[in-house]
């Protein structure tokens, strides 16, 4: 039986409120005041599809071992339509930020709004042949739209990641269908920032109307499912209601349609068909028949059936609890600079080249985006960064360092500072020392801070995150971050 064996998701804690931005742009576009209701998730200036990738990867795949962690992993799949880079492999990163295996397979998947459910039904196929025997499916989204524009409201930032497997399967695959036509609904092309859109009718007339439900009856009659057994109906859609239209034109209930989370996160764009699964997942029973379909130059359809395993998967934070940890964000101002659709004045400290040694990014890999230090096989201790020598005083011992992940190890603040004269994004910069429950300490950089909501003895928890941006080469560069634990 080849199903999804685990799941997890991340929503971004800022969440800016659509009446401050409707506002802001009422002299311009009034016609948005209407829309100005509920709030959309926004990415932190250093968050992108990769960092909440990881995010969510990290809720799937909870390492409890420092040193083994989550080396089952044979495979990933990266799906997105704003990937970082064009031309480096963006899974490749978020592998070694979850240190993975070296040896495994890895591919991005991108280009379309589907991309999700084809790395979906990709991963699937490679477990079922047994190209792959535990393979990991995540999916992440940081859409741009032009200023007062409706897509501004509407998009959200997120991610969602699934487990595949054949082993303690809690959502076993039924059947599935797709269809693939040129039928271009939005378009953007390639080094363009934003999407343009068609007429809406005709998207929903002649697009979704007409195309999903032709192909979601083809995948019921290939799984042998009913319509009327479908218990969660799963259709990511920009028009209102018009997910409960479809549902009643494919024999589905209306009480059956899952909720698209438009109010409180927004249209997170190629991830949200996994986004709304994994949150369909952390409600379903045993027994539950999934319906997921999106519609993207074509339609795919999956269906999946919830296990009697999926009680016994331990708790996480999945959707639910993402949605839950949240900050309200009033100042639209903050949300255009974190997105780069205002140039700041930086000031000369800005005025850095940044340029990264490639070559000791890779010999320092392991520790530069895994957090991997070093744990002494003779006295025990651990220490970051890895050494040669053994950093306990009574020891000292020379080249017995074990690689040992820092990455899900608890932490707290020894000490600290609001430096309002480096340059920050969202001054003031927070840094500190923090130390580790089983030895360790370094100098990190505070991320998702609440100004004067902390102190020395606050426990924090890593997080992968945007280090800097070299502009000049057009570069990011990742690194790890404490985030208070208030």
Request: include cysteine.
């Amino acid at each position: 039986m080849t199903g999804i064996v685990s799941f997890g998701g991340y929503v971004p804690r800022l969440r800016l409120q659509r009446k401050a931005a409707a506002a802001a742009n009422a002299w311009y576009a009034p016609n948005l005041v209407g829309a100005g209701k509920g709030e959309r998730a926004m990415c932190n200036w250093d968050e992108d599809s990769i960092t909440m990738a990881v995010e969510a990867a990290r809720d799937c795949l909870p390492a409890t071992d420092p040193i083994s962690g989550r080396k089952h992993i044979d495979a990933v799949y990266f799906a997105s339509t704003t990937a970082p880079f064009a031309d480096r492999q963006n899974a490749g990163v978020i592998a070694a930020a979850l240190s993975l295996s070296e040896e495994i397979a890895s591919t991005d998947v991108g280009g379309s709004l589907r991309a999700a459910t084809s790395a979906l039904l990709a991963a699937l196929n490679a477990v079922k042949a047994g190209a792959a025997k535990n393979a990991l499916v995540v999916s992440s989204e940081k859409r741009k739209a032009k200023a007062a524009s409706s897509q501004e409201l509407s998009f959200g930032d997120g991610a969602a990641a699934v487990e595949i497997g054949s082993d303690k399967v809690i959502a076993r695959l039924v059947g599935s269908s797709s269809y693939t036509v040129d039928f271009v609904d939005h378009f953007r092309e390639a080094g363009e920032d934003y999407d343009y859109t068609w007429e809406e009718r005709w998207i929903r007339d002649e697009g979704y109307s007409k195309i999903v439900p032709a192909t979601v009856k083809r995948a019921l009659e290939a799984a042998g499912v009913a319509a009327a057994d479908i218990a969660h109906f799963i259709m990511p859609c920009p028009f209102a209601k018009l997910d409960a239209t479809i549902a009643k034109a494919c024999g589905i209930a209306a009480d059956k349609v899952r909720d698209n989370l438009s109010s409180n996160v927004g249209d997170t764009g190629a991830a949200h068909p996994l986004v709304m699964l994994v949150h369909a997942l952390e409600q379903a029973k045993p027994g539950d028949k999934i319906l997921v379909t999106v519609f993207a130059q074509g339609c795919d359809v999956l269906i999946f059936e919830a296990t009697s395993a999926l009680a016994d998967l331990p708790k996480r934070a999945g959707i639910t609890g993402s949605i839950a940890r949240r900050k309200e964000e009033t100042n639209y101002m903050k949300f255009l600079a974190f997105n780069g659709l205002v140039e700041l004045e930086k000031g000369m400290r800005a005025e850095q080249d940044k340029k990264t040694a490639l070559t000791t990014q890779y010999r320092k890999r392991d520790m530069l985006f895994g957090l991997t230090g070093g744990k002494c096989s003779k006295c025990g201790t651990a220490q970051f960064p890895r050494s040669r020598m053994c950093v306990n005083p009574n020891c000292k011992a020379v080249d017995t360092q074990d690689p040992y992940c820092f990455a899900e190890l608890p932490a707290k603040i020894l000490s600290w500072s609001a430096d309002f004269l480096t340059y920050s994004m969202d001054p003031p910069n927070h840094y500190g020392m923090i130390t580790f429950a089983e030895g360790g300490r370094f100098l990190s950089d505070f991320t998702d801070v609440d100004r004067g909501s902390f102190d020395s003895g606050t426990e924090v928890k890593m997080v992968f995150r945007i280090k800097d941006v070299d502009d000049k080469r057009g570069y990011v560069r990742y690194f790890w971050k404490a985030v208070p634990q208030v």
